[in-house]
């Protein structure tokens, strides 16, 4: 039962644009979601994060929105660079004290155009 | 930033014997550790969360006999895949927790290979 998904494998943006990732939940239970970034042989590492008390999250390029009555997040980042190439990861949890683990959606390969 | 390191990086060996990973938060002191796998072109699945000094919590279908996880220190936490079979082969990273709280930023390490033979 996957409950963060992440329906589109692959995305490719020009240099420049605006990249726009996407992340679908099931579980109305989870409050606190996150974006990692992940390069090949390396571990996630952590990008920005947002709490269901929000709509929006901004970070420099990095924008996260969430729509709690869609289930829905997205990860904006704009302009988009060639280091922006990764698998980007969504992650969901619910806080519940000493059971706050993550969730994690199966990925989204993000290249970069030149 | 904070520093995760795990060793060996890509370890192979053969059916039946068992393997230790190491996970080792590098300039602060994890509280919680967690280990996960992934599989090919799947996501990180949480197998177990380690506090230091006390059981870990296993995540439901994870064995518990078959993957021991020792959290010895606030900066290490083992992870001990006993009698690996080719199904154990997969991509395994360790995380570390520095506070309490679900907001505080998981640090995850690069990740060990396992290939078992």
């Known amino acids: 039962d996957q409950q963060v998904k992440q329906n589109s494998p692959s995305l490719s943006v020009q240099e420049g644009r605006i990249s726009i990732l996407n992340c679908d939940y099931t579980?109305?239970?989870?409050?606190?979601f996150l974006w990692y970034k992940k390069y090949p042989a390396e571990g996630p590492t952590f990008l920005i994060s947002?709490?269901?008390?929000?709509d929006k999250n901004e970070d420099g390029r990095f924008t996260v929105f969430l729509n709690k009555s869609a289930k829905h997040l997205s990860l904006h980042i704009v302009p988009s660079q060639p280091g922006d190439s990764a698998v980007y990861f969504c992650?969901?949890?619910?806080?519940?004290?000493?059971?706050?683990?993550?969730?994690f959606g199966t990925g989204t390969r993000l290249t970069i155009i030149p | 930033g904070a520093v995760v390191s795990q060793h060996p990086s890509w370890v192979i060996c053969k059916s039946g014997t068992s393997v230790k990973i190491e996970c080792r938060s590098l300039?602060?002191?994890?509280?919680?550790m967690f280990w996960y796998r992934q599989f090919p072109k799947q996501s990180l699945m949480l197998m177990a969360t380690?506090?230091?000094?006390?059981?870990?919590?296993?995540e439901q279908g994870v064995e518990k006999d078959k993957f021991l996880i020792n959290h010895a220190s606030l900066t290490l936490s083992t992870l001990t895949v006993t009698s690996a079979h080719p199904e154990d082969s997969s991509f395994y990273i360790c995380?570390?927790?520095?506070?309490?709280?679900?907001?505080?930023?998981?640090?995850f390490g690069p990740g060990t290979r396992l290939t078992v033979l």
């Open positions: 579980n109305s239970m989870f409050d606190y």
């Open positions: 300039d602060f002191q994890a509280t919680t």
């Open positions: 992650a969901a949890s619910r806080v519940n004290f000493g059971n706050e683990k993550l969730t």
């Open positions: 380690s506090n230091e000094g006390s059981k870990a919590t296993y």
């Open positions: 995380s570390a927790r520095e506070g309490a709280g679900l907001t505080d930023t998981q640090y």
């Open positions: 947002i709490s269901s008390i929000k």
